[in-house]
């Protein structure tokens, strides 16, 4: 009868082994790697390496419906320390003046992030944890006031709040 109740426990022990190495996996996932997901939309934010610009601490995408993407990049300000969010659609490719720049920028804002215990932070450049939510004020409105929401583009908003999803390898 023992034997019998031990081996019944493996398969338990075997996916609590399982789902504890998932959880320290995700612990340990650097920002640069994130996967990122809204429930109101579907949408996902994949961030990616930058390499080795000196100007942009993190680059990403938000990934919309319709295949919709829109290329992000964060830059941090010099004179109040924080991470700068810009999602831009369409850009044109190459050298840009600030006008072009601008006219394909959808939204522009600071980047926060939040832990599992409700602490507020600020985004981190690569190298770091990734934190576990990340907040991009009044994107969900910005978003369906531009020129991607709509007709040809995306039609399900995202809130402003992404849970992470996973670590891309």
Do not use: H
């Not at 964060?74 to 320390?81: E, F, I, L, R």
Request: charged letters at 15%.
């Amino acid at each position: 009868m023992m034997a019998r109740l031990l081996g019944a426990t493996k398969p338990v022990v075997l996916m609590a082994g399982i789902v504890m190495a998932t959880a320290a996996a995700q612990a340990a996932c650097p920002i640069e790697l994130a996967v990122y997901g809204d429930v109101q939309s579907g949408g996902e934010i994949d961030f990616t390496p930058t390499g080795t610009s000196a100007v942009v601490t993190n680059t990403f995408r938000l990934i919309l419906d319709n295949n919709v993407v829109l290329n992000g990049i964060v830059t941090w300000t010099t004179d109040v320390a924080r991470p700068n969010g810009a999602l831009m659609y369409k850009c044109p490719e190459g050298d840009v003046t600030g006008e072009e720049l601008a006219a394909c920028t959808l939204w522009n804002g600071v980047i926060y992030t939040s832990d599992d215990k409700g602490t507020v932070g600020l985004l981190p450049a690569e190298g770091v944890e990734a934190p576990k939510t990340l907040i991009l004020p009044d994107l969900g409105p910005v978003l369906r006031q531009s020129r991607a929401y709509g007709g040809g583009g995306f039609a399900k908003v995202p809130s402003d709040v992404f849970a992470m999803k996973g670590c891309q390898e």
